[in-house]
């Protein structure tokens, strides 16, 4: 599973080259990110302006990226989550082109708005949801607009749409609002599967947040350089930190989930110690008391007895 989102990386001052303000009204610039949903690792970055569109390079990011992927070793099929500033005709036909799916939020337009009216109340199923209020799910179909639909690998004539809707009414909370109404969360999905697995798994997209988080928390806490060519470097740099330490935690430390990186660098990285020599060679003293001792030396062990890269 492949995720797309876009950020705002903010900067002070009038002489960063590329920095603008966008849709957020904040100076800065507005990266993409493509990320893999198992391991949170950064599969590839782009620095772009602050003022430029969600969609803007969208389709040559994704197909980057997908290349990445190739030469990694990927053979099979593949899913591409993101939100609704990818909704994007081009983008899809570019999906299906190569193999995959695509999950991607839709808004709430006319004509989308129309198809949800337009189902039963009767197809409406009940799923567990986090947090207050009642949840739902239902699908139905659009249709593809034929201008749409041209190309080398046209898109079916109707997409199918999921939609969650959410009751704003919770009977166990003790405030209330003034009117119970639902709010629809609609997804445009090219993929066929159950319809409670395709809405569950587009909604872990979210998770995504969690690797920009991180990234901000780090390399990109700040932009440096008032040079956007320099800029760019750091972007592959903090990038390449980051994914270091997503595999450190994976490979050494042996944990699935994505941890914070803060977690990580408290608790194994910025260790307080000294380097000592004693009969010509050289000691790292660690704390006796540390807490997580005996993670990090097994964390140490994993990785040494990892195979050499040839």
Known sequence: MIDLDSSIAQVHGKQKRGARYGYTRVLGYHP?????ATSGDVIHA???????????????????????????????????????????????????RHGGHFSVAATMQAHVRAAIEAINED????????????????????AVDPTHRSGAHPLPERLRLVVRRVLNHDPAHPQQPLFADYRYFPILTSRTDDLALVEAEHRDHAQIELVIRDLKDAGLAHIPSGVTYANMAWLVLATIAHNLQRWIAILG????????????????LAIPGRLATHARRWRLRLPAGWPWRERFLAAIERLRALPSLT
């Open 32 to 36: 993409l990110f493509a990320t893999s």
């Open 46 to 96: 782009r620095l772009r302006q602050g003022a430029a569109n969600t969609q803007y390079g969208a389709v040559r990011f994704f197909e980057e990226t997908i290349a990445r992927c190739r030469r990694a070793g990927h053979e099979g099929g593949f899913l591409v989550r993101a939100d609704s500033g990818f909704v994007n005709y081009a983008l899809f036909r570019a999906i299906a």
């Open 123 to 142: 197809d409406w199923a009940p799923i567990a949801y986090p947090g207050s209020g009642r949840a739902e799910i239902a699908e139905t179909t659009i």
């Open 253 to 268: 430390i042996g944990e699935r989930r994505i941890t914070q990186h803060r977690t990580i660098r408290n608790r194994y």
